[in-house]
């Protein structure tokens, strides 16, 4: 299940895959994929294979600016 799939009302494509230290991986929009990854202390993100790298760029510059506000 993806991270969007579990936000009710979501229906943006799920474009990045969140990492969390413990090896949880979860797949996101680049909205929710930022939330996350704010959210996610020592969290990496990456562009899911076939989305564009900028993906990744954009949400972890987008969790860096929200500082997990969400
Ligand atoms: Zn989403």
Redesign the pocket.
């Known amino acids: 299940m993806t991270?969007?799939e579990a936000?009710a009302g979501?229906t943006?494509p799920p474009v990045v895959r969140i990492v969390a230290p413990s090896g949880t991986e979860t797949i996101?929009?680049d909205?929710?994929g930022a939330r996350l990854l704010a959210a996610t202390p020592d969290g990496r993100v990456y562009s899911l294979p076939g989305e564009h790298e900028d993906y990744a760029t954009a949400v972890r510059y987008a969790a860096k600016r929200d500082g997990g506000a969400a």
Request: glycine share 0%; charged share 0%; aromatic share 0%.
């Open positions: 991270h969007c936000a979501c943006a996101a929009c909205v929710h």
